[in-house]
């Protein structure tokens, strides 16, 4: 076994809705993979690491904000496979639950403000230009090398969908199981729920990284909550109403979206009784606590 063996199982999920709109629903558990590696982002990073170690080099330099879960990561995989790692951190100097763990994995943070962090190239010439040891990692671990690797989420099933569905922030991930989709050459329909307001630019994101655009996926707009870290009573409620009768935790930041957006069509009929449909849990349940009170708000009486 290698390092980079992941267990990732497909479990099937109960509850009276599906009984009686007669779709079989299964969760893609990439949750388990890695406690703080975990998810999507075990998945965006390995081809990455992989790049890295063919270089040799033993720094890796990444972006993001004081809760991403693409920084507490990076900062464990780094730790893991012997790099050193820095973040350049958006925002003021907020000691957020992430950072203690990034910091306590050897993460060096640099907080930058809005404006300058926007200049991500920029920045990592300023510190790093002189350091041919350092590698530029893209916020979130987009790009190709996250592509390559979000498609092997299709490519590792053990049985074929009739639908697969997952949450978006930049879209590489849901760009990576349409590339899956290409590899495997199987006849899925992909559903993408957006958590950032108004996310059309997504698309053309998303379409940036094929020849030929996809057209065999559903993009849902209507579950964002108000946009990004945005949340309500009401999904916070479905939340804790989900993981206290399956066991599972979702985030609010975006498998809670996801899952809320999947039950919301279900009940809608949007998928033809017989469906088999897969959700996919991209992990990063880290969110959860940086929504504390609003959480205790919202389940009082629980
Ligand atoms: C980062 C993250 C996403 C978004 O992935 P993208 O590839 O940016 O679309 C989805 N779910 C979780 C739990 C995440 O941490």
Request: proline content about 3%; charged content about 20%.
């Amino acid at each position: 076994m290698n390092e980079f063996h992941i267990y990732s199982p497909e479990e099937q999920l109960h509850d009276p809705l599906f009984t009686e709109k007669k779709v079989n629903v299964f969760l893609k558990r990439d949750d388990m993979i890695h406690p703080f590696i975990s998810g999507n982002k075990w998945r965006k990073l390995k081809y990455n690491i992989h790049e890295a170690q063919s270089l040799g080099k033993d720094h890796l330099v990444t972006f993001g904000g004081v809760w991403s879960n693409h920084l507490l990561a990076t900062a464990c995989a780094a730790a893991k496979f012997g790099f050193k790692s820095t973040a350049f951190v958006r925002g003021e100097d907020i000691n957020s639950d992430v950072l203690v763990l990034c910091r306590l994995f050897g993460m060096k943070l640099i907080f930058t403000d809005r404006s300058t962090y926007r200049e991500k190239r920029a920045l990592f010439d300023k510190y790093f230009a002189d350091d041919p040891q350092a590698i530029f990692i893209d916020e979130g671990g987009a790009g190709q090398n996250a592509v390559q690797g979000c498609a092997e989420i299709i490519t590792e099933l053990s049985r074929p969908y009739d639908h697969v569905i997952c949450a978006a922030g930049t879209g590489a991930t849901f760009a990576g199981l349409l590339h899956g989709m290409e590899i495997s050459g199987v006849d899925t329909r992909c559903h993408c729920v957006p958590v950032l307001k108004g996310a059309d630019f997504l698309k053309n994101d998303i379409h940036a990284y094929f020849n030929t655009p996809p057209s065999q996926y559903e993009f849902h707009e209507n579950y964002s909550f108000g946009g990004y870290a945005k949340t309500t009573d009401e999904l916070l409620r479905f939340i804790g109403d989900f993981s206290s009768r399956t066991g599972i935790l979702l985030d609010p930041v975006y498998t809670g979206k996801m899952m809320y957006a999947l039950y919301d069509m279900i009940r809608n009929d949007h998928f033809p009784a017989g469906s088999s449909i897969l959700a996919l849990h991209t992990g990063g349940l880290f969110g959860l606590l940086g929504m504390k009170e609003q959480i205790a708000l919202a389940l009082k009486g629980n």
